[in-house]
């Protein structure tokens, strides 16, 4: 686990990681990959203003900040971190997010030991479900992006009926096989034109975050967001594990009884590999 300064986040106040500081913070990083430190309360109220000011026109238009659109921002878990950790090309794209968000109780555990006391668990699924309630009457747009034929529609229908939200502008359900350069463009060209302020990806991990930093060439949105599963979770598709069960760490193996087929040879390289990279870790820092 390393905790310096990831060199690729600027002194940015557009960045929630640096945000009322007048110089650099220490960053928790597991694995390689820094992680945002926060509530999930905090995170939502933030990101709304930086997206409400882009809506406004109320932010800078020149240098970094005009670039800064189309951010990604990731739910990382144990999964996502030991796939950076072995593969480096898909550890430089998540360096690369605007930020990534600790989705799972072990890693907030392991920040936290090393001092990171305001480290929360930032589940994909609960900052779907909070930023659809809290944008409700905020005028920010909506696209829905992932599942398979018919979910991002019927996710939408959630959106209206659950959540109070209606300003769903537009969905898409790409095929689950690797999409051409012309199909990514004209899948940016629809956000585009549907002028969605937040784009919502449910591909599942690695292939979301890949697609998500293809797809922001191409769009013109404040954030996307690759959530995972709440695709399926919210439309029923999937069952979610019972908060006690989040918030104790055993969240897996409630996934893994209801997938046992997708999930046990995944988790059966994760798990382990996790625990033994961060064991690692955490005494060569005991040892300095």
Not at 37 to 61: H, P, Y
Request: glycine residues 8%; hydrophobic residues 40%; aromatic residues 10%.
């Amino acid at each position: 686990m390393d905790f310096d300064q990831h060199p690729q986040i600027p002194v940015n106040f557009d960045n929630p990681l640096v945000e009322g500081l007048s110089g650099p913070r220490r960053i928790p990083r597991i694995l390689g990959v820094p992680l945002y430190e926060g509530s999930l309360e905090q995170l939502v109220q933030r990101l709304i203003q930086v997206a409400l000011e882009d809506k406004n026109g109320s932010r800078s238009e020149d240098g970094d900040e005009k670039q800064r659109r189309n951010r990604c921002v990731s739910a990382a878990d144990a999964h996502v971190l030991v796939q950076a950790h072995k593969n480096p090309e898909y550890k430089k794209l998540l360096n690369g997010f605007y930020l990534n968000l600790p989705d799972g109780m072990p890693i907030v555990w392991l920040a936290r030991r090393k001092g990171f006391k305001n480290m929360h668990r930032c589940y994909g699924p609960d900052l779907f479900e909070l930023m659809m309630k809290t944008t409700a009457t905020t005028g920010l747009t909506h696209f829905l992006c992932g599942g398979k034929a018919g979910v991002a529609e019927e996710l939408a229908m959630v959106c209206q009926t659950k959540f109070g939200n209606n300003n769903i502008v537009g969905t898409d359900c790409p095929p689950f096989r690797e999409i051409s350069d012309e199909e990514m463009r004209v899948l940016g060209e629809k956000i585009r034109a549907s002028k969605a302020d937040l784009v919502w990806i449910g591909l599942g991990a690695p292939k979301q975050e890949k697609f998500a930093t293809a797809l922001s060439a191409h769009t013109d949105s404040a954030f996307l967001f690759p959530i995972g599963a709440a695709f399926d979770f919210y439309t029923h598709r999937q069952k979610q594990a019972p908060r006690w069960m989040q918030r104790t760490g055993l969240e897996w193996t409630f996934r893994l009884a209801m997938e046992p087929r997708r999930l046990g040879k995944r988790y059966a390289e994760v798990i382990p590999k996790f625990i033994w990279l961060n064991l690692v870790s955490v005494f060569k820092k005991d040892a300095a």
